[in-house]
């Protein structure tokens, strides 16, 4: 699974090789995630990490294009019950944002595109115990991300960044009213809010 995503990164940056200016760098932040209409009505937000590479190419003055390879901690945190201490549950995902970004100034960014996801794992803690909940849930999760980046100096900057998900998550199993299983759906989607630092280390210009 990670080859091929390396790869597709890998051909997607040479693609774009013939525009201007390129800028390859590192970021890293936080994600406050949940998951909606998963069929509970108690859970709430979670905090998880991302981080990974990019790459920003300038097609012109105002535009540019952003390209990241990250890994993802998604899900959402379960509250106490009288039968357990309550829990969280993690979606760990390589995702892929594929953006597009207007520049009013040199300082500012709107970004705006796709966010392709693979689960890597699922797991769910509960009073101490983790378990593999990968089987339940989908390998692929489609989300539409809409933030904005502001650059500091020296290639520093910062980004706030909401994506919102698509994909429906989580297998459930329909029953009648005796209990027997009468067929299967599918619920749940992600939610996150993303705030993150960000670091370019080089720039080129084609010629």
């Given at each position: 699974?990670?080859?091929?995503?390396?790869?597709?990164?890998?051909?997607?940056?040479?693609?774009?090789?013939?525009f201007g200016q390129i800028s390859f760098g590192l970021k890293a932040g936080l994600n406050l995630g949940d998951i909606k209409n998963i069929g509970l009505?108690?859970?709430?937000?979670?905090?998880?990490?991302?981080?990974?590479?990019?790459?920003?190419?300038?097609?012109?003055?105002?535009?540019?294009?952003?390209?990241?390879?990250?890994?993802?901690?998604?899900?959402?945190?379960?509250?106490?019950?009288?039968?357990?201490?309550?829990g969280?549950?993690?979606?760990?995902?390589?995702s892929i944002p594929l953006l597009g970004g207007f520049r009013p100034n040199d300082k500012f960014t709107i970004l705006l595109g796709p966010e392709f996801g693979f689960l890597m794992s699922a797991n769910s803690k509960f009073d101490g115990s983790n378990h593999d909940v990968s089987k339940n849930f989908r390998k692929f999760?489609?989300?539409?991300?809409?933030?904005?980046?502001?650059?500091?100096?020296?290639?520093?900057?910062?980004?706030?960044?909401?994506?919102?998900?698509?994909?429906?998550?989580?297998?459930?199993?329909i029953t009648d009213q005796s209990g027997n299983e009468i067929g299967n759906d599918k619920v749940g989607s992600n939610r996150v809010f993303q705030i993150g630092v960000f670091y370019k280390l080089i720039k080129s210009r084609k010629p």
């Open positions: 699974m990670k080859r091929p995503l390396l790869t597709t990164f890998l051909v997607i940056f040479c693609l774009i090789q013939s009505t108690d859970h709430s937000t979670r905090l998880g990490l991302n981080g990974g590479l990019f790459t920003e190419i300038e097609i012109s003055e105002k535009f540019i294009t952003r390209q990241e390879l990250l890994y993802s901690i998604k899900g959402c945190k379960f509250p106490s019950t009288e039968f357990n201490g309550g969280t549950l993690s979606l760990n995902y390589f999760d489609l989300a539409m991300n809409l933030g904005s980046s502001f650059n500091l100096k020296n290639g520093l900057g910062f980004e706030l960044r909401y994506s919102h998900g698509f994909e429906k998550l989580v297998d459930v199993s």
